[in-house]
């Protein structure tokens, strides 16, 4: 029988999954991540507090210990993430002159691609910049010091220093159309796609409540698409994993051509930053859920 990322190939898109570096010598671990998922996206190696700690001293240790391992298995990598407010470090919070701020941004985008240069499928070179609720962005360092052009400058840097990876806007809570958030974002990549700014991809985290996706998800991921844009499942994860809230999940990227791919955050329940929820497809154990078989048939496999 098949496994999640032949069944996801079948139809040209790949299946991923979170990789802590900390975890590749558990041997259940690396047992399931090789057997099952064909793209790894690093859960926190690749982030600024790990990557540059202090100005201009770079860390890709536990990085590329996780994209060696994609290497040697034949898996492609989401790079995660260049630009967040979150884990960054607070040498680059407490920045105040824009000037700094703007050759802080652009070094450290240029540096962390450089040094995977061709080895990353998609990078989320922005993450998480809307604010909850509204369609504004996020009131965090960047915008404040730099403004509302930040975003298009991460954007035109990140092209620049790798052209063969695909450029992604990452984000949760996006998902149902309805929400101001989710217009916000739409609103910006249209303008982006109108103005030649390098955008390739849109990234819909898809971290769901028991309630599980939206009834609008199939028709936000479409409407994205529309704008010329790929459109991905980039960590998802349900409370309490129930098989069909995997399966609506699935079949809404299924169901629109230009949704290249899914990635979970993390292998097992135990592995998970909210494992309390119970939300992926293998137990502590390394054991398949029934949520593990309703998304392998949703990919048309089994
Ligand atoms: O590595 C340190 C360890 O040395 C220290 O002793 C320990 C004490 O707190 O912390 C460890 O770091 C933790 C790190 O995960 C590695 O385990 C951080 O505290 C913890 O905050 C961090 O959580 C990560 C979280 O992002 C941070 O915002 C989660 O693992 C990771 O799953 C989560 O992933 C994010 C995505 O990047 C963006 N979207 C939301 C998603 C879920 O929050």
Redesign the pocket.
């Known amino acids: 029988s098949g496994t999640l990322g032949t069944a996801a190939a079948d139809s040209g898109r790949y299946f991923g999954t979170?990789v802590?570096a900390g975890r590749l010598g558990d041997s259940t671990y690396s047992t399931i991540l090789d057997r099952e998922f064909n793209m790894i996206t690093p859960?926190?190696e690749m982030?600024w507090d790990t990557t540059e700690p202090s100005r201009g001293n770079f860390n890709f240790g536990p990085a590329d210990q996780i994209v060696n391992h994609a290497a040697a298995h034949g898996q492609r990598m989401r790079g995660?993430?260049l630009v967040?407010h979150?884990?960054l470090p607070g040498w680059v919070s407490s920045i105040t002159d824009p000037n700094t701020l703007r050759s802080v941004m652009d070094n450290h985008i240029t540096t962390e691609m450089n040094h995977y240069k061709g080895r990353i499928y998609a990078w989320d070179v922005v993450?998480?910049a809307f604010a909850d609720g509204t369609g504004r962005h996020r009131g965090d360092v960047f915008q404040n010091v730099l403004g509302n052009g930040y975003i298009e400058e991460a954007f035109r840097t990140a092209r620049a220093a790798d052209p063969s990876a695909k450029l992604c806007y990452?984000d949760?809570n996006i998902e149902n159309w309805s929400d101001a958030k989710t217009q916000g974002v739409y609103n910006m990549v249209r303008d982006f796609k109108s103005r030649g700014v390098p955008i390739d991809c849109v990234g819909f985290?898809s971290?769901f409540g028991t309630g599980g996706p939206p009834a609008s998800f199939q028709t936000t991921l479409a409407n994205f698409a529309a704008l010329g844009v790929d459109v991905q499942i980039t960590?998802l994860d349900i409370a309490q994993a129930s098989p069909t809230n995997y399966a609506n999940t699935v079949r809404a990227c299924m169901n629109v051509a230009r949704c290249t791919g899914i990635t979970v955050?993390?292998i097992r329940d135990s592995d998970s930053?909210r494992s309390q929820d119970s939300p992926l497809l293998f137990d502590a154990y390394g054991n398949k859920k029934p949520a593990y078989d309703a998304v392998l048939t949703a990919l048309g496999g089994g």
Request: charged share 20%; aromatic share 20%; proline share 0%.
């Open positions: 979170a802590a859960e926190n982030k995660h993430t967040w979150s884990q993450n998480e990452n949760y985290q971290h960590e955050w993390g930053w």
